[in-house]
């Protein structure tokens, strides 16, 4: 399974950019889907994640608010709409899957859970 992002690039501090992520190859099966985020120099940290039916969403603290996680299972496409953009969120995001057709799971928000990643894509917020 391979995971294809779209989206990111640069924008000025209060806009908004909206991301997309399918997967391909083998997709018979049902797939929880997260976005994480990569700052220079930092960490790998969990963004948002969402459950197969996407009837569960989770959010990071940070981005509470201003971004929104969606699917479109029809599509087999994830999106992540960013608004309110600040120069912190600047960083490299990676889309990431797990085979899992539950309801939720305290362990999406973990780096460790998810199966498959994709390439990461660049999101710059100037100031």
């Known amino acids: 399974v391979q995971l294809q992002a779209s989206g990111g690039g640069l924008v000025q501090t209060g806009g908004s950019l909206r991301f997309s992520c399918a997967p391909s190859?083998?997709?018979?099966?049902?797939?929880?889907m997260a976005w994480f985020r990569q700052a220079p120099g930092k960490e790998r940290e969990f963004v948002s994640a969402?459950?197969?039916?996407?009837?569960?969403?989770y959010y990071a603290d940070s981005v509470k608010g201003r971004f929104t996680i969606s699917r479109d299972n029809a599509k087999n496409t994830v999106y992540l709409q960013m608004n309110s953009l600040k120069p912190e969120d600047t960083a490299a995001y990676y889309c990431?899957?797990?085979?899992?057709?539950?309801?939720?799971?305290?362990?999406?928000?973990?780096?460790?859970?998810?199966?498959?990643w994709g390439q990461g894509t660049l999101v710059t917020v100037s100031s």
């Open positions: 190859g083998y997709t018979g099966s049902s797939y929880a």
């Open positions: 990431a899957a797990r085979d899992y057709s539950g309801s939720g799971s305290y362990a999406a928000r973990l780096r460790s859970w998810y199966d498959y």
């Open positions: 969402i459950s197969w039916s996407g009837g569960i969403t």
